[in-house]
């Protein structure tokens, strides 16, 4: 099925627009390659010319006519050759000319930049005016919230007054007075508040209902045919090459392949990946999920405190993972690329807890056989090192628990999310409760429909540091016996050991030394890149110098730091 930006996308501008203006940059990038190729074959052709006309068998001008066309076999394969040569050069000369003016002057690069400028202001001019009612609606709930304040202080100043023997009619009528006036203003201010969020609503729904689908499929119409643009461009550069210069052999076979891979390339299911990689999982604002209307009026009669806390509810977000995370790292991330990047990170933890329980059984083996015989080595030397591997085991045992309960979360929120935009749809939902995760994208090829994989639970082995110190009792102080160290085997345990105690042991292996830790990676930004912190990225320049925090994990986006310590992700393909 095709994918539609303007429904599935509908939140994700900026994304469309990064994803559109890249497209624009490839076909660009593409028509100076073929530019400077175009130049590369005229100014061949014309020194191979120059080249057969300075070595070809020229006529003498004081022999004999008969005497100038030798018949020479040897004198006649040489001429043939440069011949064929002078052949060769002008279909270069040829290509040359077919390139640059069938594939250069055609495409007209400037008019798909002029509509992608002239759609993306449209589209930040509407979402700026909603920002800006957005923030006129925000100033009249806090004026009508203080006005509720006040009048509900004058309020219960004009009833202190009324019950106050030593207090004049005079004093108890102005308190009064000044009550009904500022209940007065409530009524202005509350049906200005009301009008306001009328206007606020409407204008939402328009813009994602109306607007934004209309602008965002015209950004998916201008990729589509820039895509096709930039195909049958490579299409026509390659058969011209072929038609003109590589006739059979290896380079014909080889652009063979290279035209099956043009034509096998699928626009639709591009663009569905891209829709898939960077949907956010939020729902289309609809009518019923309006900002509703909170009347702090109702509080008056109770207390400026009941208004503050009906002000507190209005304003509190409505994401139950950041709630319960407010912390975490995942917080700026949309549901969808937050299941995702928990998803990576848990496939990383269950890597790193296979390989520290194949440490932890190392160590442990070596303990045991040192235990034994004590002419191979002190047990002592190895206990700190299993305690430490043990604790590191352990954390990464508690971390992988955290990891699966916020992906569980997470892909609830997903299976809310969409149960409440497509209550009745029959397709996959974004997230799900069962008790799997995705391997990490490093790991698949197919990073539009990513794997899935059951959590498997550590294997420990017999002499795994569970049971080794469950089992036997190690504690962490220095006041342990001797005896609490000792390891009782079955006899399984002893048959293998058996060998191991016929001869030394190997040493345990050294800790890793400075020199050996490998040092942060530094690369270079080809091209400029608008980001956005509230969506994780950040701004880079050409010709910047970032350290790569986290590199790419399939889905195209790397982490990097500037060297002003700002950090986050940036397109994999703006780095050089």
Excluded at 113 to 138: A, D, F, G, H, P
Excluded at 404 to 425: A, D, G, K, R
Excluded at 434 to 446: D, F, I, L, M
Excluded at 556 to 567: A, H, I, M, Y
């Amino acid at each position: 099925m095709a994918s539609d930006w303007g429904l599935d996308l509908w939140d994700r501008q900026t994304e469309v627009d990064n994803r559109v203006q890249r497209s624009i940059e490839n076909l660009d990038r593409f028509l100076k390659f073929t530019k400077e190729k175009a130049s590369i074959e005229t100014e061949y052709a014309k020194n191979m010319l120059k080249l057969v006309d300075k070595y070809s068998i020229k006529k003498h001008p004081k022999t004999p006519d008969s005497a100038n066309h030798s018949t020479f076999s040897a004198d006649e394969a040489y001429q043939k050759v440069l011949d064929n040569n002078r052949a060769i050069s002008l279909q270069h000369q040829e290509l040359g000319e077919m390139l640059h003016s069938e594939i250069v002057l055609s495409a007209k690069p400037k008019d798909f930049k002029t509509r992608q400028q002239k759609t993306n202001i449209e589209c930040k001019n509407m979402v700026s005016n909603l920002c800006s009612l957005r923030r006129k609606l925000e100033v009249s709930e806090k004026e009508f919230k203080k006005t509720c304040e006040n009048c509900e202080n004058l309020r219960t100043r004009w009833q202190a007054k009324d019950h106050d023997s030593n207090a004049t009619k005079a004093d108890v009528e102005k308190a009064k007075l000044n009550y009904e006036k500022k209940a007065q203003e409530v009524e202005r201010k509350k049906q200005d508040y009301a009008n306001q969020l009328k206007n606020y609503n409407e204008e939402q729904f328009r813009l994602n209902n109306d607007f934004l689908p209309k602008y965002l499929k015209m950004y998916q119409t201008l990729d589509e045919e820039l895509i096709k643009v930039l195909l049958a461009g490579l299409k026509k550069g390659v058969l011209m090459e072929k038609d003109k210069i590589r006739l059979g052999g290896v380079i014909s076979s080889c652009l063979d392949g290279a035209n099956q891979y043009v034509d096998s390339a699928n626009i639709n299911s591009d663009q569905q990946k891209f829709s898939e990689l960077n949907r956010s999982g939020f729902p289309r604002p609809q009518h019923e999920k309006d900002r509703h209307f909170n009347d702090y009026s109702d509080g008056i009669g109770h207390s400026v405190e009941a208004i503050n806390r009906k002000y507190q509810a209005s304003v509190r977000r409505n994401d139950q993972f950041v709630e319960r995370y407010p912390n975490s790292k995942y917080n700026s991330l949309p549901p969808a690329q937050r299941k995702r990047r928990i998803s990576a990170d848990l496939g990383n933890c269950q890597t790193n807890i296979e390989k520290k329980e194949k440490e932890v059984g190392g160590v442990n083996m070596l303990y045991e056989n040192y235990s034994k015989n004590k002419n191979l080595g002190d047990p002592a030397i190895v206990k700190p090192q299993l305690e430490r591997a043990g604790k590191e085991l352990e954390q990464l045992k508690h971390h992988k628990i955290e990891l699966e309960t916020m992906f569980q979360v997470v892909c609830s929120q997903l299976e809310n999310l969409t149960n409440i935009s497509e209550p009745n749809s029959s397709m996959n939902s974004p997230g799900s409760t069962q008790a799997v995760y995705e391997s990490p994208p490093r790991s698949t090829k197919n990073i539009g429909n990513a794997e899935v994989r059951k959590s498997s639970s550590p294997k420990v082995g017999k002499t795994g540091i569970g049971g080794f110190f469950n089992n036997k009792g190690m504690t962490h102080s220095n006041g342990g016996s001797s005896s609490s160290l000792q390891h009782n085997s079955d006899s399984k345990q002893k048959n293998q050991y058996s060998a191991i105690n016929q001869g030394p042991a190997p040493p345990p292996p050294p800790p890793p030394t400075v020199e050996s830790i490998p040092k942060p990676s530094t690369r270079k930004i080809g091209y400029d890149f608008a980001g956005a912190p509230e969506d994780g990225t950040v701004s880079v320049f050409e010709g910047d110098m970032v350290e790569i925090v986290v590199k790419d994990e399939g889905d195209g986006w790397t982490e990097v730091k500037r060297s002003n310590g700002d950090s986050g992700f940036v397109p994999t393909a703006y780095i050089l």
